[in-house]
């Protein structure tokens, strides 16, 4: 089994590449970030003629995710349990989608596409909810690890988060912002604490990220924030890892790449 996850930063604009790649890479599970859009707005046939089922979670032009599969989706939830609000009126933002894939005769696995929110500036409100997100998403996989420790399950996506100091091009650039900061880093951490493998760190190594301002790309100043947290089940099956640095290439580009993961 392939999964990848891309924060694909608007699908109706990228559906063209988004199809391309996963003809290109054979990707059986694709979660998708910042897609931009409603259910009903989605390009669900561009998807359906490649051969994939889809789940979306969008309410409105920002935050949004959603997972294409080539194996069937047994199960869809729009939401982890005391998923914190934001805003005014607060509401529960399209960040998280977790769906179960099942092959006949096969173990089913769990995918999550999560698009952490991410928290602004170190003193806005919005960092707080940031890190509260993080927390409570953490409480949550505590349970499903506890429940069945052998459950296939993938945390995957857009973590607004760089973990150590080589994740970004230049900590002295990050000094006193977001994505960087010992709580977040802290939040970041505790789900391997609680057993959970990040997989792709010791298979590749490279940037997803590269903004659209300043030539960030052409030189590569980059920061790594899309990964791949698996159960120990899951990441006992992986066999490999890449991140396609070149989906960062040409016109009409997002500003993520994918990052892909084999299990078997």
Same mark, same amino acid.
């Given at each position: 089994?392939r999964?990848? =996850?891309?924060?694909?930063?608007?699908?109706? =604009?990228? /559906?063209?590449?988004?199809i391309a790649?996963?003809?290109?890479?054979?990707?059986?599970v694709l979660?998708m970030?910042e897609i931009k859009?409603?259910?009903?707005?989605?390009p669900?046939?561009?998807f359906?003629?490649?051969?994939?089922?889809v789940?979306?979670h969008?309410?409105?032009?920002?935050n949004? /995710?959603?997972?294409?599969?080539?194996m069937p989706i047994t199960?869809?939830?729009d939401?982890f349990?005391?998923?914190?609000?934001?805003?005014?009126?607060?509401?529960v933002?399209?960040?998280?989608l977790?769906?179960?894939?099942?092959r006949?005769g096969e173990?089913?696995? =769990?995918i999550w596409?999560?698009y952490?929110?991410?928290?602004?500036?170190l003193?806005?409100?919005?960092?707080?909810y940031?890190l509260? !997100?993080?927390r409570a998403?953490?409480?949550?996989a505590?349970?499903?690890?506890a429940?069945?420790?052998?459950?296939?399950i993938?945390l995957?996506g857009?973590?607004n988060?760089?973990?150590t100091?080589q994740?970004?091009?230049d900590?002295g650039f990050?000094e006193g912002?977001?994505h960087?900061s010992?709580?977040?880093?802290?939040a970041?951490a505790?789900?391997a604490?609680?057993?959970? /493998?990040?997989v792709?760190r010791?298979?590749?190594?490279?940037y997803t990220? !590269?903004?659209y301002?300043?030539?960030?790309?052409?030189?590569n100043?980059g920061?790594r924030?899309?990964?791949?947290?698996?159960?120990?089940?899951?990441a006992?099956?992986?066999?490999?890892a890449?991140?396609?640095?070149?989906?960062?290439k040409?016109?009409g580009?997002?500003d993520h790449?994918?990052v892909?993961v084999?299990?078997?």
């Open positions: 089994m999964i990848a =996850t891309w924060n694909v930063n608007s699908i109706r =604009t990228r /559906v063209d590449r988004v790649f996963l003809e290109r890479s054979d990707t059986d979660a970030q859009c409603r259910p009903d707005q989605f669900r046939a561009a359906e003629e490649a051969g994939y089922e789940a979306v969008g309410l409105n032009q920002w949004g /995710v959603a997972v294409a599969s080539r199960d869809v939830r939401r349990a005391a998923q914190p609000t934001w805003g005014e009126p607060p509401v933002e399209a960040r998280a977790g769906v179960t894939v099942q006949p173990a089913s696995s =769990t596409s999560l952490v929110p991410n928290g602004r500036e003193d806005h409100p919005h960092y707080r940031k509260a !997100w993080l998403l953490h409480a949550d505590r349970t499903w690890l429940a069945d420790p052998g459950a296939r993938a995957v857009d973590w988060v760089a973990p100091d994740d970004v091009w900590m990050f912002k977001t960087v010992g709580p977040e880093r802290a970041f505790a789900f604490d609680d057993g959970w /493998v990040e792709t010791p298979l590749v190594t490279n990220y !590269w903004d301002q300043q030539l960030r790309f052409p030189r100043e920061m924030i899309d990964f791949v947290y698996a159960s120990p089940a899951l006992a099956a992986v066999t490999g890449a991140i396609d640095r070149d989906e960062r040409g016109k580009a997002s790449v994918p892909l084999d299990a078997d």
